[in-house]
């Protein structure tokens, strides 16, 4: 029966992200499957090259610290390679690494002609070498291509893209390990799922990372021990992923739905719950996603719990939510501030959340270490 109830929420995912991505399947699959990132990386990396009939293609970082650049080695880990790396591409960096110049980096890609780049200064090879800078992200990632072709058609063009968006992904997704909190081997790799979500539902994606990294602060202070604040932390990471199956006219509406979409917006609850079961997370992790939007007087959903029947951890992550979301709002609006949304929070001390975890975040406050986190 589990087998059956995950191949059918595997198909859907697959629909899911196909339809959303415009990613052929056998892709997705390969993403989804990889027990090793950066050889999917290499994967995508050698599809440009074939395709492109390139005679060489290389991928590099960019380290500004040093103003020097690496070169992708898919035997070496990614967070190694990212130990003392940032993110920023500017045009500086491009005009130093190209010996060229432009006026901007745009979001396109930059394609230039060049053969005195001190990286190739070792080619005897006269065909020229084009460079495809990506800035869409600010990743400081640089695709170099010593092509046999000069021109780059449509088809070309648009599936460099999408490998280029799926490997900047890739590269700069979270690599957790979540064996201690699964029952079973996934079926799929986690890390390589979030990496989909983030392309597929930023918003949903950067709401988790914020939360996760509250619900670890606010669990810190519980003095808990490690695998409990961690725990916290996973399944904060993964409170939303039901949103994958809700549609984006009624994710992108906010807090204005009507009664009818309000309802279809908390199934991502009970969704994300299942979901993450059938990924193999243990009752641990499943139970503390399925709980996060209760409430102590029990005007919360799906199970409508209240009082005794809620855990703590539970609604530490229940906060978190809530505070990423009040201050992701607040952005937008001048007269509010993250201070404002805090408040919002501690007038329903003893009613929505316990005494003890709104004593805790007024702590936190008083220790001015809850504001910068949240900003």
Same mark, same amino acid.
């Given at each position: ?29 390969? %993403? ?7 050889? !999917? ?6 599809? %440009? ?28 880990? %990614? ?11 500017? !045009? ?9 110049? @432009? ?5 396109? @890609? ?5 053969? /005195? ?10 065909? +020229?070498?084009?460079?495809?800078? &990506?800035?869409?992200?600010?990743? =400081? ?26 490997? !900047? ?20 790799? %986690? ?28 669990? #810190?202070? @519980?003095?808990? +021990? ?13 409170? /939303?992923? =039901?949103?994958?199956? &809700? ?11 009507? +009664? ?25 992790? !499943? ?62 001390? #003893? ?13 936190? &406050?008083? /220790?001015?270490?809850?504001? +910068?986190?949240?900003?």
């Amino acid at each position: 029966m589990e087998l059956t109830k995950f191949s059918q929420f595997y198909t859907q995912l697959m629909t899911h992200f196909e339809t959303e991505l415009n990613i052929d399947k056998e892709k997705l699959s390969m %993403i989804l499957h990889s027990k090793v990132i950066e050889q !999917t990386i290499d994967s995508l990396l050698n599809e %440009i090259k074939v395709l492109y009939k390139a005679s060489s293609i290389e991928l590099w970082f960019l380290d500004p610290t040093y103003n020097r650049f690496y070169l992708f080695d898919s035997s070496i880990s %990614i967070p190694h390679i990212f130990r003392s790396m940032t993110r920023s591409l500017s !045009t500086f960096h491009f005009q130093t690494f190209f010996k060229k110049n @432009f006026d901007s980096v745009t979001n396109e @890609f930059v394609t230039v002609k060049t053969r /005195d780049s001190f990286i190739f200064s070792n080619q005897v090879n006269e065909d +020229p070498v084009i460079a495809i800078a &990506i800035d869409e992200k600010q990743s =400081g990632v640089i695709f170099v291509f010593n092509p046999k072709k000069t021109t780059l058609d449509n088809q070309m063009h648009s599936m460099i893209k999408q490998n280029s968006s799926l490997i !900047t992904t890739l590269l700069y997704t979270d690599d957790i390990d979540y064996s201690p909190y699964l029952i079973m081997q996934p079926s799929i790799n %986690i890390n390589a799922l979030k990496a989909l979500e983030q392309l597929v539902d930023p918003k949903t994606f950067l709401h988790e990372d914020k939360a996760s990294k509250i619900s670890r602060a606010i669990a #810190g202070y @519980f003095k808990f +021990p490690s695998y409990t604040v961690d725990r916290i932390t996973i399944a904060a990471k993964v409170h /939303d992923l =039901g949103k994958l199956f &809700i549609s984006k006219t009624i994710l992108n509406k906010g807090d204005n739905l009507n +009664p009818d979409e309000l309802k279809i917006m908390q199934t991502h609850v009970t969704m994300g719950t299942e979901m993450l079961s059938l990924l193999g997370f243990s009752e641990d992790i !499943t139970k503390l996603v399925l709980e996060h939007h209760e409430r102590l007087d029990g005007s919360g959903y799906p199970l409508k719990l209240k009082n005794h029947q809620l855990i703590i951890e539970s609604q530490i992550i229940a906060i978190a939510d809530e505070l990423s979301v009040l201050v992701s709002r607040d952005s937008h609006h001048e007269k509010t501030s993250e201070a404002s949304s805090i408040f919002e929070l501690v007038q329903y001390k #003893g009613i929505k959340y316990s005494n003890e975890l709104i004593d805790t975040l007024e702590q936190m &406050i008083k /220790d001015k270490v809850l504001l +910068p986190l949240i900003k």
